[in-house]
């Protein structure tokens, strides 16, 4: 029986009824004739209505049956109405599609060095900075995630991964991700970043497979990196610094083991506390001796954020321990990325002061105001050279899909300053750099 059929029995009784309650017995021919008429005019729109309900429910039965083994009778049975159930299995239909979402950016540079002559000269240079590309989404449970990027000096990929969520919300990644160690997910606000970038301690992404969980106030991350994330020590157009085979320097990073434990106070509150442990231990290959040094790092660091108020404070301690050949100093490692490649000190100490401020913007065409002021240093225990040293002061400022860094930077033996160097260097000057960086966001 259809649901026309049964709309016509119920109309028909209810009017049946009606004629016996309002029409009395002695009720005259002509008004039984008048209702009779007005019954039959019922019965043939109730016709049209079913015809049509009937073609809505047979294109929804056609529909079901092609997803769904149930006998035709059950699915009939299931449907309030034909349209009903077409609309729920177009909803239905569109909630199981995975959603794949790209983004990216377009960024232009400014910049003006005072200890370059040609940048005095020219008041300042620009150009372009930098084309990325984003891939993120979900299929079946697997959670995909991938960043390339394209610069005047090399085209990379940042990072690359696939993961798993598991139902305790805990995640397993597996590809080129973010190294879990110290400030997550980075050690600055800024655009130049600090020293433990360009040492390798922050923002670094390798290959390998990580484990991550929260739990309450609790963070862990595991993971291990059998080599850098190219497969190839050689390269040095990379995203961040790793250890690379160049020169006389032929060593290798491989098989490192990663932990990461972080506590947060006052959770969920306006004024959260992370306070965190990190430490990580690799070999180290030389290809000319055919054979292994040791690495071994480790950090202690808060991240408070507390209103509108960001202050991060790190240390970091670290060792490498190279197994070079005769006439190779052991006194520094080399690093790689950017397309060049440069020394750092193999045994030295990293601090960091980060203090910013969120502005709040009511009513105002701008969306985000950041300012800030990052200090970082490294402290070489060999090579006898000066500390390295680097602080900006800026602000971030964000309107729609615009977004802007304007930094003014200080640094004292810092690499790409001057004759700044990680690894040694005596120059106890500070230089300065404005630098002011554009990008439309998508």
Known sequence: MTI?????????????MAVFIVTPAR????????????LEALRQRLEILERRLDGQGQRVVQRLDQAD?????????QAVTGAERLEEAQVAAVAETPPIRFGGALRFNHFFREDVQDSRTRRGDSGF???RLNVDGEIRDIILSAEYRYTPDM??????WIGYRFADDSMVKLGIHRVPFGLLPFASHNFWDGVPFYAGFADNHDLGVAYERSSGPWD????????????????LARYAPDVVSQGEQQNEEINRFNARVAYTLGRETGCEHEIGVSGQRADLVNATTDSRGSHWAAAGHIDSRCGRWNLQLQGIRYVYDPNNPEGVSDDAVRLGAFGTSFDLASRGKLAVANLAYNFDLPDSWLDQLICYNNYSRLFKDV???RDSELNTVGCGVGAGPLFAYVDLIFARNMLFFGEGSMAGGDDDRWRSRLN?????YW
């Open 69 to 77: 083994p149930r006998p035709r009778a059950e699915l009939i049975d």
């Open 155 to 160: 085209d990379v990929i940042r990072h690359g």
């Open 27 to 38: 009720a005259e021919a002509d008004e039984i004739a008048r209702l009779q008429q007005q």
């Open 4 to 16: 026309a059929t049964v709309i016509r029995c119920g109309v028909g009784l209810g009017l049946l």
């Open 436 to 440: 002011i960086n554009v990008g439309y």
């Open 129 to 131: 900075d930098l084309f």
């Open 383 to 385: 090579g006898g050279g």
């Open 220 to 235: 862990f991350h595991l993971a291990f990196y059998k080599n850098e994330e190219l497969g190839s020590a050689g390269t």
